[in-house]
């Protein structure tokens, strides 16, 4: 695909936008990308996991059973599924930046909502609607980073604006601890709508899609866009700008073309189990410490501590893949997180359980958030906000079966070691999956074979 913002018969200099925002160096434009984005994963965290630290309040103010209140927690999951299966899609049509301010205004009024509640009807209601909203942002924001953070520090930089669930698990913790023996539990829903207040900042900072701008034929905001990515670089005067050859197909059955097939669902495995066990986990961990005999303060002080953890182990994970590959460390992280969680049901102390809790925090997020980095690049760029849109859509069937599942578990009075050895095990078949994903169907390996072949072609000297 090729734009040009000037026509005539002489010869024009070609910009591939791709490789002028792969090869870029870290500057202030990614700095402010950065913040933006770590900031609406941050809200998307808080929004999912806020219900972990009042779950004991609402089953007590509604008188719900554990499987009632599991099934309460899949209503906003149900919605994220939703959001990111149909929302998602739609944004390589009217652009990422208009559709995530859609989403961000739609989780941030769902969730207020859900603090005006009194009935569970209306609860579930206004969460399924603040989950439309975070299960449309979330692959966008991974879409729209990934265009522009340079190819050398994607994975990380993927990985560190991830670590933003984990922090919005943290505030949800914190304004728990804080907000609930003065306020109650609905507060900690009300100022859920703060993020509608930052709407003006992201409509003058948050950057269109590049490929966006190329359809569109905004030549003169692409031009600006690449500058402030390249600040000490000249781009010509009518300049043509073209997109890597992946951006011409239509995404929807393409992510099982051309060879995707086998990874498209294996990813979708892996992710799913690894959603069963993060929120199935999460979920229930204030109530699964307060059933070990300790107190609902102390179960928000696990919470906080499962949180503190999984931003540090994302950026280690996001570090490790770096370092070694995504494979060996995501194979890494997901065997901590089977390890610790089901260690969790054979221990008393208060220490050992804080261990545990800890790791398997930073091992499942870990891993969560350095996929986040590892998968969009499989795909072309066109259908990267799809098929990461359907991938968090599928898979968002195990956050919604982890939560049900161990509250029938409980409901049922199965052990506290067998609720979490259920948890554990599968992540199992996450790293089997990771490592027997195929690499020949890896877009971002053909287009750099590609382009090496063609730098080596051209310096070879004309016969």
Same mark, same amino acid.
């Given at each position: ?336 997180? *089977? ?6 049901? &054979?221990?008393?102390?208060?220490? #050992? @359980?804080?261990?545990?809790? +800890?790791? /398997? !925090? ?47 578990? *409980? ?6 070691? &067998?609720?979490?050895?259920?948890? #554990? @095990?599968?992540?199992?078949? +996450?790293? /089997? !999956? ?30």
């Amino acid at each position: 695909m090729h734009a040009s913002g000037a026509s005539g018969s002489s010869a024009k200099a070609v910009i591939n936008v791709n490789q002028w925002l792969n090869s870029s160096k870290l500057n202030k434009f990614h700095a402010v990308l950065f913040i933006l984005s770590i900031f609406i994963i941050a809200f998307d965290g808080y929004d999912l996991f806020i219900y972990a630290g009042s779950i004991p309040l609402v089953m007590k103010e509604f008188k719900m059973n554990p499987a009632y209140a599991g099934m309460i927690a899949s209503y906003m999951l149900i919605g994220a599924a939703l959001g990111s299966l149909v929302l998602a899609s739609l944004a390589d049509i009217v652009g990422r930046k208009n559709a995530l301010l859609c989403y961000m205004t739609l989780f941030s009024i769902g969730m207020f909502l859900t603090g005006l509640t009194h009935t569970p009807f209306w609860f579930g209601t206004f969460r399924f609607i603040t989950g439309l909203g975070v299960g449309g942002s979330l692959p966008n924001v991974t879409a729209l980073a990934t265009e522009y953070l340079p190819a050398k520090s994607r994975g990380t930089m993927i990985a560190m604006i991830y670590s933003g669930i984990s922090f919005g698990g943290v505030a949800a913790a914190l304004f728990s601890i804080w907000l609930f023996p003065s306020f109650g539990w609905r507060s900690v829903y009300i100022i859920g709508i703060f993020p509608i207040l930052l709407l003006p900042i992201y409509i003058k900072w948050l950057p269109e899609s590049p490929v966006r701008l190329v359809r569109r034929n905004r030549l003169e905001v692409l031009r600006n866009q690449l500058l402030k990515v390249r600040p000490s670089e000249v781009l010509p005067e009518g300049a043509v700008f073209e997109l890597d050859k992946g951006f011409g197909k239509v995404p929807v059955a393409a992510i099982f073309q051309d060879g995707r097939a086998v990874s498209t669902v294996l990813f979708w495995v892996i992710w799913f189990v690894n959603l069963y066990v993060i929120f199935g986990f999460t979920i229930w961990l204030p109530k699964l410490i307060m059933d070990h005999g300790y107190t609902l303060a102390t179960g928000l002080t696990f919470l906080l501590a499962n949180s503190v953890a999984s931003v540090i182990g994302s950026y280690v994970a996001g570090w490790v893949a770096d370092k070694i590959g995504f494979r060996g460390s995501l194979a890494i992280f997901y065997l901590l997180s *089977m390890c610790s969680v089901a260690l969790v049901g &054979f221990v008393s102390s208060y220490g #050992a @359980l804080m261990l545990l809790v +800890s790791l /398997a !925090g930073a091992g499942f997020n870990g891993a969560q958030n350095t996929m986040n980095g590892f998968m969009p690049p499989y795909y072309p760029p066109s259908m990267r906000s799809t098929a990461t849109g359907f991938c968090y859509g599928i898979s968002r069937l195990g956050a919604i079966v982890g939560p049900t599942f161990i509250g029938v578990l *409980m409901t049922m009075h199965f052990s506290y070691q &067998f609720t979490l050895l259920a948890l #554990a @095990l599968p992540s199992v078949i +996450s790293a /089997a !999956g990771v490592l027997s994903m195929p690499d020949k169907c890896n877009y971002a390996r053909i287009l750099r074979e590609e382009q090496a072949a063609a730098q080596r072609s051209s310096a070879q000297p004309a016969r």
